[in-house]
Nanobody
Framework: QVQLVESGGGSVQAGGSLRLSCEAS????????MGWYRQAAGKQRELVAT???????NYADSVKGRFTISRDNGKNTVFLQMNSLKPEDTAVYYC?????????????WGQGTQVTVAS
C-alpha cells in the first residue's frame, strides 16, 4: 500500500521558518512529480510548489522567494523549506505525488499537516 507521510508542521510567529517533509512509502515504480498543496479554512486547495523528477520546479507566486522545494530521490522524500512565514500562509499543507504503483499511474495525497502562523 502506497502512503505519503508528512511531518514538520506546527505553529510559528510571523517571520519564522518551518520545514515540511513527506516520504512516499510502499511499492512505487516511479515518481514523476512530488509537491505540496495547501488549503486554508473556507478556501479551495491550491498549489504551493512542485518538483519533477527532472528537477523542474513550479511555485505559487505568493511563495516565490520565501519557500524552497527539494527532493531526495533515493528516499522518495520531498521537503518544503518555508521562510519569512506570513499569517496568510496558515493552512493545512498536503503532500502530493504523481506516481506509478500497482495498479498504475495515479495522484497520491498525504493526510495533511497543519501550519499556523501567528501575527
Amino acid at each position: 500500500q502506497v502512503q505519503l507521510v508528512e511531518s514538520g508542521g506546527g505553529s510559528v510567529q510571523a517571520g519564522g521558518s518551518l520545514r515540511l517533509s513527506c516520504e512516499a512509502s510502499g511499492t512505487i515504480f516511479r515518481i514523476y512529480v512530488m509537491g505540496w498543496y495547501r488549503q486554508a479554512a473556507g478556501k479551495q486547495r491550491e498549489l504551493v510548489a512542485t518538483l519533477t523528477s527532472g528537477r523542474d520546479t513550479n511555485y505559487a507566486d505568493s511563495v516565490k522567494g520565501r519557500f524552497t522545494i527539494s527532493r531526495d530521490n533515493g528516499k522518495n522524500t520531498v521537503f518544503l523549506q518555508m521562510n519569512s512565514l506570513k499569517p496568510e500562509d496558515t493552512a493545512v499543507y498536503y503532500c502530493y505525488a504523481d506516481l506509478v504503483a500497482i495498479p498504475g499511474r495515479r495522484d497520491q495525497w498525504g493526510q495533511g499537516t497543519q501550519v499556523t502562523v501567528a501575527s
